[in-house]
């Protein structure tokens, strides 16, 4: 049987390793495969997978900080200020998600961005999201590699 801290580290390192994996798969397969269709089809596909990631990315982003958030006031190693990594980069990402790309993000779910905005202007938007995606997906990995130490030392 676990004890909770040994079940915290778990959790916080199995959501941050789902969370960074899905961000992953993302920009590495995903987009990459959605650049084939056409531009419409495009962003139809984006907006699709965008809708359900935002469901379920979130919430395992919490779980990850909310279990390092008690490791911090649980471990009485010495690495216990580490855990903080975690709520602080939920935080950071959040604040960088509103302010660096919802403003595209929003125009690119409207239906009728193609005909607003031409096809070049979409193709170079989702391309955009992707890179600042990018960023956040290489903060959450080594997130994730943090929280894999610390289970380990700690």
């Keep these: 049987m676990f004890t909770l801290i040994e079940g915290l580290k778990y959790g916080a390192a199995a959501a941050m390793g789902l ?6 798969y993302i920009n590495a397969v995903e987009h990459h495969s959605r650049r084939s269709l056409p531009v419409e089809a495009q962003r139809q596909e984006w907006a699709n997978s965008f809708n359900i990631a935002k469901k379920f990315l979130p ?5 990850g900080a ?9 471990d009485e190693s010495e690495y216990k200020y580490y855990w903080l990594v975690g709520p602080v980069q939920f935080v950071l ?9 919802l403003p595209e993000i929003n125009i ?5 961005v193609v005909e607003k ?4 202007w979409v ?10 995606h990018m960023f956040r997906t290489m903060i959450d990995g080594a997130t994730y590699f943090l929280f894999l130490y610390l289970a380990m030392k700690s």
């Excluded at 909310?66 to 649980?74: A, E, I, N, R």
């Design 93 to 101: 990402g959040g604040v960088f998600t509103v302010t660096m790309m």
């Design 123 to 132: 193709r170079g938007a989702i391309d955009r999201w992707n890179y600042r």
């Design 59 to 63: 919430s395992l982003g919490l779980i």
């Design 108 to 112: 690119l779910l409207d239906k009728g």
């Design 66 to 74: 909310g279990c390092s958030t008690s490791l911090f006031f649980l």
């Design 117 to 120: 905005k031409g096809e070049t």
């Design 19 to 24: 969370f960074s994996g899905g961000a992953l």
